[in-house]
């Protein structure tokens, strides 16, 4: 936080978050600290008519409440005049003029961070990709962000944290608003592995129109964009569009089934030249010549052998890059069927602090074995976000998830 962050604050409360029209209105003069003085004096020249109300009612008194708020909820504010300001959001049209944060904005220009979006109905193969390719991207050091939604949002968000990867988590709302339902604990995960990341006042609902302005900042702070499962009105397209008028590089995982509708957006994203992704080695690729740094080579995906040599098999020397081939990549026979994992056991949850709805859950799940999510809707009554539930309760170490849809403890 800056001397001028209050200033920051004060111009947000009289435009709005996601207002472009700041911008304008701040070219008129020196800084931010400056424009206050004029209008506060009651210099309303460069204010538009349709603002002047909202600047009447934005005081230094409630950017400085504001500001002890935060304090109390622990939750940083970077301003866009902050050094800890990503550079990638500062170059963008309209970007934000503040950032609130559950966590701290390390490093983000430095990072190789690939935003990850997709449907909040993924089918099981959408899921299975999602948590595989994550997990391996986050393992060889690249940092994931995506929304906070249920669906691949979430899947990527915790393949990421079970790959020890860092993560962040930008919201279409406040960092203290309840959004989805009882996240609590996913963001307090995402926190400590990253940072949750908003443009807008802490106490502020969601909107149609923020989720879509959001999308602008999730595009921004990857160098590329990953749709991993997308019909042709998914909010992932938005995210998508957003990262191709940045620059940045967008990638589609293919579909199992090129007629299923739930994938006609990746469909439409690939014909038009998207980097198709068949494992994370054809996202690696684009980046590890230019942040050979920043990437951990001793992942397991770096010593993976194709027949295109994107990576080779030697630990100890770093891979040399090559320019993407059009060969044909191995492909498994009709006969390889893959290997059933091994659960190795362990000892039973303590079930003594879970409220009633998740210990039903894991009782379900340790009477069974490893079930299926539909055969746990069916059995289990009563819980308001199944798949949210699930989620918190594997972030918390206490049941495991598994291909294909399944959970065990």
């Not at 970007?95 to 935003?115: M, N, Q, R």
């Not at 194709?306 to 009709?334: C, D, Y």
């Not at 999510?373 to 972030?395: K, S």
Request: with cysteine.
């Amino acid at each position: 936080m800056t001397e001028s962050t209050k200033y920051w604050l004060w111009l947000t409360l009289a435009y709005g978050p996601a207002n472009s029209r700041k911008w304008n209105f701040l070219s008129h003069y020196n800084s931010v600290a400056e424009a206050y003085e004029h209008v506060s004096s009651g210099d309303f020249r460069n204010v538009l008519p349709q603002d002047r109300n909202s600047f009447k009612l934005a005081t230094m008194e409630k950017a400085e409440d504001l500001i002890s708020e935060c304090e109390k909820q622990r939750i940083n504010i970077y301003s866009h005049d902050d050094p800890d300001f990503p550079d990638r959001l500062r170059e963008i049209y309209n970007p934000p003029s503040v950032l609130f944060a559950l966590g701290k904005l390390d490093s983000i220009d430095e990072s190789v961070i690939i935003t990850a979006v997709g449907t909040r109905n993924p089918d099981d193969y959408s899921r299975a990709i999602a948590s595989k390719l994550i997990g391996e991207l986050a393992h060889a050091g690249v940092t994931i962000a995506s929304g906070c939604a249920s669906g691949l949002d979430s899947v990527s968000l915790v393949s990421a944290i079970k790959g020890g990867g860092r993560v962040y988590a930008v919201m279409p709302c406040g960092l203290l608003y309840d959004y989805p339902k009882n996240s609590g604990a996913m963001k307090k995960a995402v926190s400590a592995h990253g940072a949750v990341i908003s443009e807008y006042l802490p106490h502020s609902g969601s909107t149609a129109l923020n989720f879509r302005m959001r999308n602008r900042i999730l595009s921004a702070i990857g160098l590329g964009t990953l749709i991993l499962q997308a019909g042709s009105s998914s909010g992932s397209l938005s995210t998508a569009a957003f990262a191709l008028s940045q620059g940045k590089d967008i990638f589609c995982v293919p579909p199992h089934n090129l007629y299923d509708d739930s994938y006609s957006g990746v469909v439409s994203l690939l014909r038009d030249g998207a980097i198709p992704v068949f494992d994370s080695r054809d996202i690696l690729n684009e980046y590890y010549s230019v942040y050979a740094h920043r990437l951990n080579y001793s992942a397991d995906v770096f010593s993976q052998r194709s027949e295109s040599g994107i990576f080779g098999v030697n630990r100890n020397q770093e891979p040399t890059p090559i320019r993407r081939s059009r060969k044909k990549t191995h492909q498994a026979t009709r006969n390889e069927e893959p290997a059933e994992p091994i659960i190795e056991p362990r000892p039973a949850p303590d079930l003594s602090g879970l409220s009633d709805g998740r210990r039903r859950i894991v009782e379900y799940i340790l009477s069974n074995g490893i079930v299926l999510f539909d055969e746990i809707a069916e059995n289990v009554d009563g819980i308001v976000d199944l798949e949210m539930t699930l989620t918190e309760l594997e972030l918390d170490g206490i049941i495991r998830s598994l291909s294909g849809n399944r959970y065990t403890v």
